[in-house]
């Protein structure tokens, strides 16, 4: 009998490029986030260039601190995928769905998909945190899409696994 431990959060529930361009983006600048501080500087560069360098910290600011209350006071362990990886895993949907909950402001919903990640005495914190950062990625993403100055879409166009 195989008893190797199953981690459902990284579990892939689809693809990213089923996402909307918030979620998606979401998604991808968590994963950047995570892999250290080359790719955390390269995550903080695109939101200064389209933000502007106070807007740019501060919104860079809030997925470091949503990313420290997922690691402080998650339920457990967040799982993700490597920043290359076309699939979606559990955790990263939920995360996809928060922030673009309360980017939109729905906060209720954003709520319980906080609860879902973190203790729920933090939900609030997080979803407060979460609009923060999804208002400043529909800024990106409007941007990007305009003009498309910033560099080439990362979002994957075909649907194969890893």
Not at 74 to 101: Q, S, T, W, Y
Request: glycine fraction near 8%; include cysteine; proline fraction near 4%.
């Amino acid at each position: 009998m195989n008893m190797k431990k199953i981690h459902r959060g990284g579990a892939p529930v689809g693809y990213l490029n089923e996402l909307g361009d918030i979620e998606s983006s979401a998604v991808l600048y968590f994963r950047l986030w995570c892999d250290g501080p080359e790719s955390q500087q390269d995550v903080y560069n695109d939101f200064s260039t389209v933000l502007g360098h106070l807007l740019g910290r501060k919104s860079v600011k809030s997925l470091e601190k949503i990313s420290q209350l997922f690691a402080d006071h998650g339920r457990r362990p967040l799982m993700r995928h490597d920043v290359e990886c076309k699939c979606l895993g559990a955790d990263e949907a939920c995360f996809a769905n928060l922030i673009g909950a309360a980017a939109e402001g729905e906060r209720e919903d954003a709520m319980l998909f906080a609860t879902l990640l973190v203790n729920p005495d933090f939900s609030p914190w997080v979803v407060a945190l979460a609009q923060n950062f999804g208002l400043a990625l529909k800024k990106i993403c409007s941007y990007k899409y305009n003009t498309l100055t910033l560099t080439p879409d990362i979002k994957p166009d075909g649907s194969t696994i890893h």
